[in-house]
């Protein structure tokens, strides 16, 4: 019906042609400059659409809880009725035989999940995916009454619902290697950390429904759209539960690398602790059993069985590692370790912790301010930058999580000091390069965390003695080389040890 009055003209200022596209719950058509999403009318086990009454408050409350989001695409909630001449209107006078979210249209290309398949989905599109969805997070009002570790025993039991009914309806029996016994377990454990994140404000109305599809990038800004409008109770929760629904996806869209730099990036500008790494496994998996067994019920077998692998490889226990890069300024220490970092054991990989990042943590300070901060670095400021490295990367590893420490450790005390985290080796390692590569390298840096300038660089000089914990990586190579280099050293020396036990 909508179709037909867009087609015909009878939208003021909306003419066709329209696309059509579905979801698993809306029908949506574009036409011009506009979108037109209206839900489907189905019953399900963790939504009901199936009156024009509970469509009409889903649409109300879709272009609320987006708006509260930050996004720009959400222009309101119309009926679709007819008068009593029989015609259709778009918000006019009559019965209404439905309810339409009006949104503005945009390039679809542009959507993340498009983005990604186009091989466009680069390290800036990651930064500031990260930032906006740090900048959301921080936006929204916590909420005390729910978060509780219950509340994830629930969706644990409605997922198992949720695939048995569409198990039983297709004639098919739920398969035996379900994730949700493993996620309980695990629930177990993480039950204290959930409670004091809940207590601590962690707890908001977030998205909801945050994976690559629902983020788009519109007018140049990156905007999530599509939040999950149908259940309060599913969408107040730990603001790293809605943040682990982008990293599963791009988990299992293959960027591991853009999902480590995502994750990294939103720790950084949240102020996130590390202990909170421990819940990323869980909160990913639970998301990868949601995808899970949504596809069961809609008869996707193929589909939900990547996601129940992905879930179960998300919830092995890896021994964490901890690694440090060192070098003079113009090494490329912290390029060569974000190639890394993605690569080492956890659900998006390692923690990267630079020193230039913590040391700016929380200043507030503009750039002019933090350069001349620079200049009156203190031996003693350098000090406390080493050692609050040592006590971030001794929490990831703590929390179950690999760090990756990145900082110049000129000074024989700071690279003893990355050494002596509880309960792990710190694999350590040295990137050199001829002083004329150092200083070009530095003179091309453009909004980098270090303040090292030319100037800066040139008075370095390389340390007389490593220590026998620290091993030399030729430098003056492609990153790639680097980086393989370096991974397939942590790997020996990983089963080196494993051997030894």
Known sequence: MLADLIETGGIEGV??????????????????????????????PFVDFSTIERRHAACRAEVEINRRMGSPLYLGTFALAR??????????????????????RFDTSQQLDQLADAGSFDTGLAVRTADRIAEMHAG???????????????????????EADGAERQGLKVGEHAPFDALDSALAHLDPLIERRRAGGKVRRTHGDLHLRNICVFEGEVTPFDALEFDERLATTDVLYDLAFLLMDMRHSGLRREANIVMNRY??????TEEALALLP????????????????AGKLDEAQTYRALAFDLMKREKPLSVAIGGLSGTGKSTVAAEVAPYLPGAVGARLLRSDVLRKSGTGKSPEAARAAADAY??????????????????????????????????????????????VHTQAFWL???????????????????????????????PDNLGPDWRSVD????????????LAQIAQADETAADGR
Do not use: C
């Open 15 to 44: 003419a066709g042609p329209v696309t059509r596209f579905e979801t698993h719950l809306s029908e949506i058509l574009l036409a011009g400059d506009w979108a037109f999403k209206l839900k489907k009318p189905v019953r399900m």
């Open 83 to 104: 008068d009593a001449d029989g015609r259709l209107h778009l918000d006019g006078e009559g019965e209404a035989l439905d309810w339409v979210v009006t949104m503005k």
């Open 140 to 162: 929204l009002a916590p909420v005390l009454t729910a978060g509780h570790a219950a509340d994830y025993r629930d969706v644990i039991r409605g997922l198992r619902k949720t």
């Open 267 to 272: 720790w950084d500008s949240s102020g996130e």
């Open 282 to 297: 869980f909160f990913m998996a639970l998301r990868a059993s949601v995808r899970m067994a949504v596809a069961v019920e």
């Open 378 to 423: 203190s031996d003693d400021q350098r000090a406390e930058v080493y050692h609050a490295l040592r006590d971030h990367a001794g929490a990831a590893v703590s929390s179950g999580a690999s760090v990756l420490a990145d900082a110049t450790f000129k000074e024989r005390s700071a690279r003893d000091l990355i050494g002596t985290i509880s309960g």
């Open 432 to 462: 050199e390069a001829p002083r004329e590569v150092r200083l070009s390298r530095v003179s091309g840096r453009h909004n980098d965390a270090s303040d090292a300038d030319v100037q800066v660089a040139a008075a370095q000089a390389e």
């Open 475 to 486: 430098a003056d190579r492609p990153v790639h080389a680097i980086s393989r280099d370096i």
